[in-house]
């Protein structure tokens, strides 16, 4: 908190918060649709095309909680969500490896 004009302002940690989380949804929005173009290149496990529908729904719940957060506290929910999203994109990962490693058989 810093002082200014004789009231207390946040918003600098805040907002750096803001901007850092923003910059990781936009990222891995990046990955999440790089997958997507590989899933739809071939065929692909059932369980790699799932995990990815749900780290996208997660990723537009975090873009929503983004966009809605008005308290700092709020943005714990966001990243929650792109915890969520992340875990996702490694399962579907996951499967895809799976996949490969049988192929390679």
């Known amino acids: 908190m810093k002082s200014g004009r004789g009231r207390f302002r946040r918003g600098e940690p805040a907002e750096a918060t803001r901007r850092g989380l923003r910059s990781e949804?936009?990222?891995?929005?990046?990955?999440?649709?790089?997958?997507?173009?590989?899933?739809?290149?071939?065929?692909?496990?059932?369980s790699a095309r799932a995990s990815l529908?749900?780290?996208?729904?997660?990723?537009?719940?975090?873009?929503?909680?983004?966009?809605e957060v008005s308290e700092p506290g709020d943005l714990l929910e966001v990243v929650e969500q792109l915890d969520a999203a992340r875990?996702?994109?490694?399962?579907?990962?996951e499967a895809l490896r799976r996949r490969a490693a049988r192929a390679g058989r």
């Open 25 to 46: 949804i936009l990222e891995l929005r990046e990955e999440l649709e790089l997958l997507d173009d590989v899933l739809q290149a071939g065929p692909t496990p059932l």
């Open 53 to 67: 529908d749900r780290a996208l729904f997660s990723l537009r719940a975090a873009e929503h909680s983004w966009r």
């Open 87 to 93: 875990a996702a994109l490694d399962a579907s990962l």
